[in-house]
């Protein structure tokens, strides 16, 4: 029997794009909406979506993730991070539907040393962050069947994102600079995308449970830095012939940018593997199929 059917927002998203595109293959019916027909900044867009079929499921892959920008325009940040997930859930509450919103790993300050529990206190360090964790506090507020997903370094074989960038950036220069003193796991959107697949299995086999309810962290398995991230990338890379340059480590004080990023982020997962039996795979394998994704010819 075909699950579903379930609305993803998020539209063209690498989360979003990634549960559209594995949907089909667990006989799960997924739309995936964005911009126009889906916009947080016009609030009318969200009823329309929500009243036109009824879903079973509702998955926030939405978001203002422009964490530099965020730092100028944190009106807009909290338009897409809290204001519309609010209004999602409060529409999911109200209709008794499971809504999974995902979150950030910028909700910390990263200065705890230790991989973050879900129960740790949030002390965000920039607007993008802050308003990542008021979206949690609201959708949270508005009761329902609501789970939300905290997430790090996202990437993938499509969109904006870290990997892509530095295969880019390989290709035409031979040396590039890149933070070692920034700490977290990487994240492929596939895996998180499984995952979220996996958690709407869990339901429709065992019904909903209060213990579903709540906020979990949901990140590949392992962890390093965004000079180890690279250097990774590029080793993958060679067994493709792909770009080699030579990744120099740098403190984050030589890169200066707008916002302050926490210096360790990595989240504990053992809530998540607890209560759905969920496990992201180690970040090292899913950049190595993400890489063969990218550097292997179409046919």
Same mark, same amino acid.
């Given at each position: 029997?075909?699950?579903?059917?379930?609305?993803?927002?998020?539209?063209?998203?690498?989360?979003?794009?990634?549960?559209?595109?594995? +949907?089909?293959?667990?006989?799960?019916?997924? @739309?995936?909406?964005?911009? /126009?027909?889906?916009?947080?900044?016009?609030?009318?867009?969200?009823?329309?979506?929500?009243?036109? *079929?009824? !879903?079973?499921?509702?998955?926030?892959?939405?978001?203002? &993730?422009?964490?530099?920008?965020?730092?100028?325009?944190?009106?807009?940040?909290? *338009?897409?991070?809290?204001?519309?997930?609010?209004?999602?859930?409060?529409?999911?509450?109200?209709?008794?539907?499971?809504?999974?919103?995902?979150? @950030?790993?910028?909700?910390?300050?990263?200065?705890?040393?230790?991989?973050?529990?879900?129960?740790?206190?949030?002390? /965000?360090?920039?607007?993008?962050?802050? @308003?990542?964790? #008021? +979206?949690?506090?609201? =959708?949270?507020?508005?009761? +329902?069947?609501?789970?939300?997903?905290?997430?790090?370094?996202?990437?993938? #074989?499509?969109?904006?994102?870290?990997?892509? @960038?530095?295969?880019?950036?390989?290709?035409?220069?031979?040396?590039?600079?890149? =933070?070692?003193?920034?700490?977290?796991?990487?994240?492929?959107?596939?895996?998180?995308? $499984?995952?979220?697949?996996?958690?709407?299995?869990?339901?429709? *086999?065992?019904?909903?449970?209060?213990?579903?309810?709540?906020?979990?962290?949901? $990140?590949?398995?392992?962890?390093?830095?965004?000079?180890?991230?690279?250097?990774?990338?590029?080793?993958?890379?060679?067994?493709?012939?792909?770009?080699?340059?030579?990744?120099?480590?740098?403190?984050?004080?030589?890169?200066?940018?707008?916002?302050?990023?926490?210096?360790?982020?990595?989240?504990?997962?053992?809530?998540?593997?607890? &209560?759905?039996?969920?496990?992201?795979?180690? !970040?090292?394998?899913?950049?190595?199929?993400?890489? #063969?994704?990218?550097?292997?010819?179409?046919?």
């Amino acid at each position: 029997m075909t699950i579903g059917p379930i609305l993803v927002t998020g539209g063209s998203g690498q989360v979003a794009q990634a549960l559209g595109r594995l +949907g089909p293959a667990r006989d799960m019916e997924v @739309t995936v909406l964005g911009r /126009p027909e889906f916009d947080f900044d016009h609030p009318e867009t969200i009823l329309t979506a929500f009243a036109s *079929r009824p !879903w079973r499921y509702l998955v926030n892959a939405a978001a203002y &993730t422009a964490v530099d920008a965020a730092e100028a325009d944190e009106a807009g940040a909290a *338009r897409a991070n809290a204001d519309g997930p609010e209004m999602l859930a409060t529409l999911c509450a109200e209709a008794r539907i499971p809504f999974i919103h995902i979150s @950030t790993d910028y909700v910390f300050d990263g200065a705890k040393g230790h991989p973050y529990r879900e129960t740790d206190p949030t002390r /965000p360090t920039g607007a993008y962050g802050r @308003t990542k964790r #008021d +979206g949690e506090v609201r =959708v949270l507020k508005a009761g +329902g069947h609501a789970i939300i997903l905290r997430t790090a370094w996202v990437y993938s #074989d499509t969109g904006k994102n870290f990997v892509r @960038t530095m295969l880019s950036a390989g290709a035409r220069l031979p040396r590039l600079r890149v =933070v070692a003193d920034q700490k977290g796991s990487p994240t492929a959107a596939a895996d998180l995308a $499984t995952a979220i697949l996996d958690i709407i299995a869990v339901i429709e *086999r065992d019904g909903w449970h209060q213990r579903f309810s709540g906020i979990f962290h949901a $990140t590949g398995s392992g962890e390093t830095t965004w000079h180890g991230l690279a250097v990774a990338t590029f080793e993958e890379a060679q067994r493709h012939n792909g770009p080699s340059p030579e990744v120099e480590a740098i403190a984050t004080a030589d890169w200066p940018t707008p916002a302050q990023r926490p210096a360790d982020s990595r989240l504990d997962n053992g809530k998540l593997a607890h &209560t759905f039996g969920i496990t992201l795979p180690p !970040w090292r394998e899913s950049l190595a199929r993400t890489v #063969d994704s990218l550097l292997t010819p179409s046919e």
